[in-house]
């Protein structure tokens, strides 16, 4: 006992020395060997030296108040869990992350330049005879938590990633991070080079409030460097559709509240669930994001909401889709590499669009999980193109080809008080565009056309094809353009929106639709040459590409040789 007090004391004192001694301007150049001038000046300025860290193991709350007593520490804030400590050692030690209880406590020090710091002292109680002293034992000779902290005094995305650039230019790597719920706060670990010298091999990054959408990237180039690692986590894949799609189809989202928490068993009463299993489904989708746990309970997140029923914004029959026929369809996937045979078609014996058309709800589903994407069209109402023909002074007319259940010829309208719409779509999904359309209060400004694309009016001023093309072959893409060049009038634009495949190999959301529609039917993702062919072989040509949300683009197309106005 007196050993372990002396010498977590030791280490303890020694850090507090440390906190008291530096400054940012000077430890900076100590950690990251070679930076100087303007980027010196320029990390300086976006990060504050803030504390020093290091863990240490009390028998007790008695023996840990006596270690920051002799160190002369005051615990100001009472102790909070550290979530990303805990889940570091639970993965070290392959232990259970509920077996570790580690605390954080922050006590204030007062650096020789009048600055106001901290040590951060993380605690994990081992009681005497513990199972958990080889951990100890182990931590206190390799110091794995032990390192050194910078507040980011920007909080802003562009900042953040500018920060972990320049950390990697001068040979930090990527070492974890994680949000800790309790406080709203990210962290981004890095292990320094083996020349720093601070006597520290470890910074953090820590940054007010939610940033996830960053933290990931650091995350995905922390694990590029731990193989087994990535792969177990891209094999549970399929976990995390099936966590998701279940929490939605049991109602979960709309039972709880983004403000006030909720505990396990009273949304399993009011969802129907078995508790404690819901409970489990409900720590995974913490750790997804999707929800966060507090005092009082479970709330939903921003990208939990998502999964609600009646929000403009609801993705709740992407997971269903997805979670559902979808998912069934993908355990085809390896006979439609093998064979060239489409995976939906093998699974349930018939083709994606009639086995949908047989199905009334399963069709809706459908035709609510295309709308589901909706944020992909959130600037497509200032195309130039329509907002052009919204200004002719005898009116103009934009049809919508394949138009599903009306939400982006909606779009439009709401956009445009002086356009008039065309729905062309099967029989089913035109009474859906309808109602849809009519309740939105564009009935009289409306018409429909039950057929295929050959049933495609004259005379539209704008024509949309959105997300229709890769559904299909290439042949069958040519044919669709031709019925689109021969409705047309000269004067009038075609808008193609589709996800473009990258030409470079960056990531895209299109390279994995790419793999989607091959499976399920037929079709494919195309780079915009691709495209640009497709048109020419129709008679059409490729004028101008603009992005979209969710790496969409509209591809502005006009008959070959008309004026270009």
Known sequence: ??????????????????????????????????????????????????????????????????????????VVEPARPSVVVRDRLALRYRRPAADLDVRILRPPVQGRDGARRMVEVFALTVAPGSELDPIAAQERESQSEAHVAFDVTAPDPLVLRGLCATFARYRAVPDGGGYNPHENGTVFYFGLPADTKAGYSRVELYVPGDHRDVLAAHLDEHRAR??????????????????????TELGAPDALDGERGTHPAELARITGAEPRNLATLLRYLTM????????????????????????????????????????????????????????????????????????????ELFDQSMAAGSAMFDPLPLHPALTRAAEAPDGATVVDVAGGNGELLGRLLDAHPRLHGVLLERPHAV???????????????????????????????????????????????????????????????????????????SFSLATAWDLHMMCNVGGQERQVGHYGRLFTDAGLTLVSRTPLPLDGHVLHVRKAGSPLD
């Open 288 to 363: 997804l994001g999707a929800v966060t746990e507090a005092h009082d309970g479970f709330r939903l997140t921003e990208v939990g909401a998502l999964l609600r029923t009646n929000t403009p914004v609801s993705m709740r029959a992407l997971a269903l889709m997805y979670g559902g026929p979808f998912y069934r369809s993908f355990a085809g996937l390896g006979h439609t590499v093998r064979t060239g045979q489409v995976a939906f078609e093998h699974v349930f014996g018939e083709n994606h669009f009639d086995h949908f058309a047989r199905d009334p709800e399963l069709a």
């Open 226 to 247: 731990q193989p087994a690692e990535t792969l177990l986590r891209l094999l549970t894949g399929a976990w995390t559709t099936q966590a998701l799609a279940a929490f």
């Open 431 to 505: 009474e859906a565009a309808r109602h849809r359309l009519e309740q939105a209060g564009h009935g009289a400004r409306c018409a429909f056309v039950e057929g295929d694309f050959a049933d495609l009016p004259d005379n539209g001023d704008v024509y949309v094809l959105s997300r229709v093309l890769h559904d299909w072959d290439d042949e069958r893409c040519r044919e669709i353009l031709r019925h689109c060049a021969r409705a047309m009038p000269d004067s009038a634009d075609l808008l193609v929106v589709e996800r473009l495949l990258p030409t470079d190999g």
């Open 1 to 74: 006992m007196i050993t372990t007090l002396s010498g977590d004391t030791t280490r303890l004192r020694r850090t507090v020395d440390f906190v008291k001694e530096q400054d940012t301007a000077t430890l900076l150049p100590l950690l990251l060997p070679g930076v100087d001038g303007p980027e010196l000046r320029a990390l300086a300025e976006r990060c504050r030296f803030s504390h020093a860290a290091l863990l240490v193991f009390p028998s007790g709350d008695d023996e840990l108040d006596a270690t920051l007593d002799d160190c002369g520490l005051a």
